[in-house]
Protein backbone atom coordinates (compact mmCIF):
# COMPACT_ATOMS: atom_id res chain seq x y z
CA UNK A 1 0.00 0.00 0.00
CA UNK A 2 0.92 3.69 -0.05
CA UNK A 3 3.35 5.28 2.28
CA UNK A 4 2.33 8.33 4.38
CA UNK A 5 4.73 10.20 7.15
CA UNK A 6 4.30 12.30 9.74
CA UNK A 7 7.28 14.32 11.43
CA UNK A 8 7.62 14.85 14.03
CA UNK A 9 6.51 11.50 15.45
CA UNK A 10 7.08 13.05 19.38
CA UNK A 11 7.07 16.81 20.42
CA UNK A 12 7.46 18.01 23.80
CA UNK A 13 6.80 21.97 24.31
CA UNK A 14 6.28 24.30 26.87
CA UNK A 15 2.61 25.94 26.95
CA UNK A 16 2.77 28.93 24.36
CA UNK A 17 5.08 28.06 21.89
CA UNK A 18 3.58 27.06 18.22
CA UNK A 19 4.01 23.58 16.99
CA UNK A 20 4.55 22.41 13.49
CA UNK A 21 3.32 18.69 12.36
CA UNK A 22 4.11 17.58 8.54
CA UNK A 23 1.94 15.21 6.43
CA UNK A 24 3.87 13.86 3.34
CA UNK A 25 2.59 11.13 0.86
CA UNK A 26 5.60 9.77 -0.56
CA UNK A 27 4.88 7.76 -3.08
CA UNK A 28 1.31 8.76 -4.33
CA UNK A 29 -0.12 12.85 -4.79
CA UNK A 30 -2.74 13.41 -2.80
CA UNK A 31 -4.97 16.32 -3.25
CA UNK A 32 -6.58 15.97 -0.35
CA UNK A 33 -5.64 15.22 3.15
CA UNK A 34 -6.95 14.85 6.57
CA UNK A 35 -6.14 15.52 9.88
CA UNK A 36 -7.60 14.04 13.06
CA UNK A 37 -7.36 14.14 16.49
CA UNK A 38 -7.60 11.10 18.71
CA UNK A 39 -7.81 11.21 23.09
CA UNK A 40 -6.95 8.10 24.94
CA UNK A 41 -8.48 5.24 24.38
CA UNK A 42 -10.91 6.93 22.29
CA UNK A 43 -11.94 6.93 18.57
CA UNK A 44 -10.19 9.45 15.97
CA UNK A 45 -11.99 12.60 15.68
CA UNK A 46 -11.82 14.48 12.51
CA UNK A 47 -10.79 18.44 12.44
CA UNK A 48 -10.16 19.49 9.18
CA UNK A 49 -9.98 18.66 5.36
CA UNK A 50 -6.85 20.16 3.73
CA UNK A 51 -7.27 20.41 -0.46
CA UNK A 52 -3.77 21.49 -2.09
CA UNK A 53 -4.23 24.64 -3.05
CA UNK A 54 -7.02 26.26 -1.35
CA UNK A 55 -8.01 26.94 1.55
CA UNK A 56 -8.76 23.97 4.65
CA UNK A 57 -11.88 22.82 5.72
CA UNK A 58 -12.69 23.11 9.26
CA UNK A 59 -15.40 20.77 11.69
CA UNK A 60 -18.03 22.39 13.46
CA UNK A 61 -15.55 23.52 16.54
CA UNK A 62 -12.37 23.29 15.53
CA UNK A 63 -10.82 26.68 15.49
CA UNK A 64 -9.18 27.47 12.17
CA UNK A 65 -6.90 30.42 14.00
CA UNK A 66 -5.69 27.86 16.53
CA UNK A 67 -4.85 24.88 14.40
CA UNK A 68 -3.62 26.38 10.75
CA UNK A 69 -3.25 24.12 8.09
CA UNK A 70 -0.92 24.42 4.74
CA UNK A 71 -1.41 22.32 2.00
CA UNK A 72 1.25 23.67 -0.88
CA UNK A 73 1.76 20.85 -2.48
CA UNK A 74 0.45 17.35 -4.09
CA UNK A 75 2.62 15.74 -1.41
CA UNK A 76 2.77 17.77 1.61
CA UNK A 77 0.20 19.34 4.10
CA UNK A 78 1.29 20.94 7.65
CA UNK A 79 -0.51 21.64 10.90
CA UNK A 80 0.51 24.09 12.96
CA UNK A 81 -0.50 24.13 16.14
CA UNK A 82 -0.54 27.93 17.81
CA UNK A 83 0.06 28.89 21.39
CA UNK A 84 -0.25 25.60 22.18
CA UNK A 85 -1.99 24.70 26.04
CA UNK A 86 -1.83 21.43 27.38
CA UNK A 87 -5.58 20.97 26.39
CA UNK A 88 -4.11 20.44 22.98
CA UNK A 89 -2.01 17.36 24.22
CA UNK A 90 -3.24 14.72 21.94
CA UNK A 91 -2.42 12.25 18.82
CA UNK A 92 -2.76 13.59 15.48
CA UNK A 93 -2.76 11.78 13.13
CA UNK A 94 -3.26 12.60 9.06
CA UNK A 95 -4.10 10.92 6.26
CA UNK A 96 -4.25 11.38 2.46
CA UNK A 97 -6.50 10.13 -0.21
CA UNK A 98 -5.04 8.43 -3.08
CA UNK A 99 -6.86 9.14 -6.14
CA UNK A 100 -6.19 6.40 -7.92
CA UNK A 101 -8.26 3.11 -7.38
CA UNK A 102 -11.16 3.33 -4.84
CA UNK A 103 -9.55 6.53 -2.98
CA UNK A 104 -8.54 4.69 -0.39
CA UNK A 105 -7.50 7.02 2.69
CA UNK A 106 -3.31 5.69 4.24
CA UNK A 107 -2.70 7.35 7.33
CA UNK A 108 0.16 8.60 8.80
CA UNK A 109 1.70 6.81 11.76
CA UNK A 110 0.66 10.16 14.19
CA UNK A 111 2.35 12.57 16.22
CA UNK A 112 1.99 12.53 20.08
CA UNK A 113 1.79 15.87 20.89
CA UNK A 114 2.28 17.09 24.83
CA UNK A 115 2.38 20.62 26.06
CA UNK A 116 3.88 21.39 29.52
CA UNK B 1 -18.95 14.12 14.57
CA UNK B 2 -18.79 10.20 15.17
CA UNK B 3 -20.72 8.03 12.71
CA UNK B 4 -20.68 4.39 13.66
CA UNK B 5 -20.48 2.70 16.68
CA UNK B 6 -19.05 -0.78 16.91
CA UNK B 7 -19.81 -3.44 19.19
CA UNK B 8 -18.33 -5.20 21.46
CA UNK B 9 -16.18 -2.09 22.81
CA UNK B 10 -13.52 -5.16 23.88
CA UNK B 11 -13.58 -8.68 22.91
CA UNK B 12 -11.11 -11.28 24.37
CA UNK B 13 -10.24 -14.09 23.03
CA UNK B 14 -7.37 -17.13 22.70
CA UNK B 15 -5.85 -17.83 19.51
CA UNK B 16 -7.36 -20.16 17.31
CA UNK B 17 -10.76 -19.04 17.42
CA UNK B 18 -12.17 -16.49 15.22
CA UNK B 19 -13.70 -12.63 16.52
CA UNK B 20 -15.95 -10.86 15.62
CA UNK B 21 -16.76 -7.36 15.27
CA UNK B 22 -20.01 -5.25 14.32
CA UNK B 23 -20.39 -1.99 13.36
CA UNK B 24 -23.82 0.24 13.06
CA UNK B 25 -24.22 3.59 10.96
CA UNK B 26 -27.07 5.88 10.73
CA UNK B 27 -26.50 8.04 7.04
CA UNK B 28 -26.27 7.26 3.75
CA UNK B 29 -22.74 5.65 2.77
CA UNK B 30 -20.59 5.65 -0.08
CA UNK B 31 -18.11 2.69 1.41
CA UNK B 32 -17.38 1.36 4.52
CA UNK B 33 -14.02 0.96 5.51
CA UNK B 34 -11.91 -1.16 8.66
CA UNK B 35 -9.09 -0.02 10.08
CA UNK B 36 -6.54 -1.13 12.63
CA UNK B 37 -4.69 0.49 14.71
CA UNK B 38 -1.92 -0.71 17.22
CA UNK B 39 -1.64 1.28 20.87
CA UNK B 40 -0.06 4.47 19.98
CA UNK B 41 0.44 4.06 16.59
CA UNK B 42 -0.96 5.00 13.55
CA UNK B 43 -3.85 3.07 11.69
CA UNK B 44 -3.53 0.63 9.01
CA UNK B 45 -6.26 -0.06 6.45
CA UNK B 46 -7.96 -3.44 6.39
CA UNK B 47 -10.62 -3.99 3.63
CA UNK B 48 -13.02 -1.14 1.65
CA UNK B 49 -16.36 -2.92 1.24
CA UNK B 50 -18.60 -0.25 -1.74
CA UNK B 51 -22.65 0.29 -0.66
CA UNK B 52 -23.47 -2.22 -3.25
CA UNK B 53 -21.80 -4.81 -1.87
CA UNK B 54 -22.58 -7.48 0.30
CA UNK B 55 -19.43 -9.50 0.93
CA UNK B 56 -15.95 -9.26 0.95
CA UNK B 57 -12.76 -11.57 2.06
CA UNK B 58 -9.12 -10.17 2.31
CA UNK B 59 -7.03 -13.08 3.69
CA UNK B 60 -8.41 -14.05 6.91
CA UNK B 61 -10.81 -11.15 7.00
CA UNK B 62 -14.66 -11.31 5.95
CA UNK B 63 -16.28 -8.45 6.35
CA UNK B 64 -20.24 -8.14 5.41
CA UNK B 65 -22.14 -5.11 4.73
CA UNK B 66 -26.38 -4.48 5.27
CA UNK B 67 -27.04 -1.45 4.19
CA UNK B 68 -30.55 -1.84 4.73
CA UNK B 69 -29.75 -1.92 8.90
CA UNK B 70 -27.11 0.16 7.97
CA UNK B 71 -24.54 -2.05 9.55
CA UNK B 72 -21.32 -4.23 8.85
CA UNK B 73 -19.72 -6.59 10.26
CA UNK B 74 -15.79 -7.67 10.12
CA UNK B 75 -15.22 -11.32 10.87
CA UNK B 76 -11.21 -12.46 11.85
CA UNK B 77 -10.86 -16.29 11.62
CA UNK B 78 -7.88 -18.42 13.29
CA UNK B 79 -6.84 -14.91 15.29
CA UNK B 80 -3.05 -14.91 16.37
CA UNK B 81 -1.59 -12.91 19.37
CA UNK B 82 -0.58 -9.88 16.81
CA UNK B 83 -4.08 -9.52 16.11
CA UNK B 84 -4.23 -7.61 19.12
CA UNK B 85 -4.83 -4.30 18.11
CA UNK B 86 -8.16 -1.37 18.07
CA UNK B 87 -10.51 -1.74 14.97
CA UNK B 88 -12.47 0.67 13.77
CA UNK B 89 -14.98 1.07 11.44
CA UNK B 90 -14.89 4.37 9.13
CA UNK B 91 -17.91 5.47 6.84
CA UNK B 92 -17.81 7.63 3.85
CA UNK B 93 -20.90 9.63 2.96
CA UNK B 94 -21.86 10.36 -0.97
CA UNK B 95 -21.17 13.61 -0.95
CA UNK B 96 -17.24 13.42 0.17
CA UNK B 97 -14.23 12.13 1.24
CA UNK B 98 -13.60 12.64 4.26
CA UNK B 99 -14.07 9.20 6.92
CA UNK B 100 -16.22 9.20 9.90
CA UNK B 101 -15.21 6.83 12.64
CA UNK B 102 -16.97 4.41 15.06
CA UNK B 103 -15.51 4.33 18.55
CA UNK B 104 -13.76 0.99 18.49
CA UNK B 105 -13.50 -2.36 19.61
CA UNK B 106 -10.47 -3.43 22.17
CA UNK B 107 -9.03 -6.57 21.00
CA UNK B 108 -7.00 -9.14 22.66
CA UNK B 109 -5.41 -11.98 21.41
CA UNK B 110 -4.37 -14.32 23.82
CA UNK B 111 -1.46 -17.42 23.38
Known amino acids: GAVVSQHPSRVICKSGTSVKIECRSL??????MFWYRQFPKQSLMLMAT?????????EQGVEKDKFLINHASLTLSTLTVTSAHPEDSSFYIC????????????FGPGTRLTVL | SQQGEEDPQALSIQEGENATMNCSYK?????LQWYRQNSGRGLVHLIL?????REKHSGRLRVTLDTSKKSSSLLITASRAADTASYFC???????????FGKGTSLLVTP
Open chain 1, 95 to 106: SARDTRGEGTQY
Open chain 1, 27 to 32: DFQATT
Open chain 1, 50 to 58: SNEGSKATY
Open chain 2, 27 to 31: TSINN
Open chain 2, 49 to 53: IRSNE
Open chain 2, 90 to 100: ATVSPSGYALN
